[in-house]
């Protein structure tokens, strides 16, 4: 069974920075934090070093200029915050959860045919 990934908020602005662009240096990952928010530098570096504690993040020393990446996958880790969101917040019913995100979010007819897919592959895989 794999381990519980539980970031914070900090945490997740940190990884979907990594998960975009790639291994970073703490100062490339704090410039684009700093288009989005009010964060000191060292606090970056703190908090980066937390997640390198927390196995959040891989650390490359070979360098003097220290390079992190993801040590955590994009998709595993939505699905854990997702699945705690379900069983937390919707009484464990996946489709309240869906329910609520389409009526408060204005999804895009691209949107809607991907969901339209993804549930009709979902009504062919149930049969097998």
């Given at each position: 069974?794999?381990?519980?990934?539980?970031?914070?908020?900090?945490?997740?602005?940190?990884?979907?920075?990594?998960?975009?662009?790639?291994?970073?240096?703490?100062?490339?990952?704090?410039?684009?934090?700093?288009?989005?928010?009010?964060?000191?530098?060292?606090?970056?570096?703190?908090?980066?070093?937390?997640?390198?504690?927390?196995?959040?993040?891989?650390?490359?020393?070979?360098?003097?200029?220290?390079?992190?990446?993801?040590?955590?996958s994009q998709?595993?880790?939505?699905?854990?915050?997702?699945?705690?969101?379900?069983?937390?917040?919707?009484?464990?019913?996946?489709?309240?959860?869906?329910?609520?995100?389409?009526?408060n979010h204005?999804?895009?007819?691209?949107?809607?045919?991907?969901?339209?897919?993804?549930?009709?592959?979902?009504?062919?895989?149930?049969?097998?």
């Amino acid at each position: 069974m794999s381990r519980q990934i539980k970031p914070t908020e900090s945490e997740l602005e940190i990884l979907n920075i990594l998960w975009d662009k790639g291994a970073s240096t703490v100062r490339e990952v704090h410039e684009i934090l700093e288009k989005t928010k009010e964060a000191g530098y060292t606090t970056t570096l703190k908090l980066m070093q937390i997640m390198h504690e927390k196995k959040l993040l891989k650390r490359n020393t070979d360098s003097k200029t220290h390079v992190y990446e993801a040590a955590v996958s994009q998709s595993q880790t939505q699905g854990q915050i997702v699945q705690r969101m379900i069983d937390t917040v919707f009484n464990g019913s996946a489709s309240q959860l869906i329910m609520q995100a389409l009526g408060n979010h204005k999804a895009t007819d691209e949107e809607l045919e991907h969901i339209k897919q993804y549930l009709e592959q979902m009504e062919k895989n149930k049969g097998k």
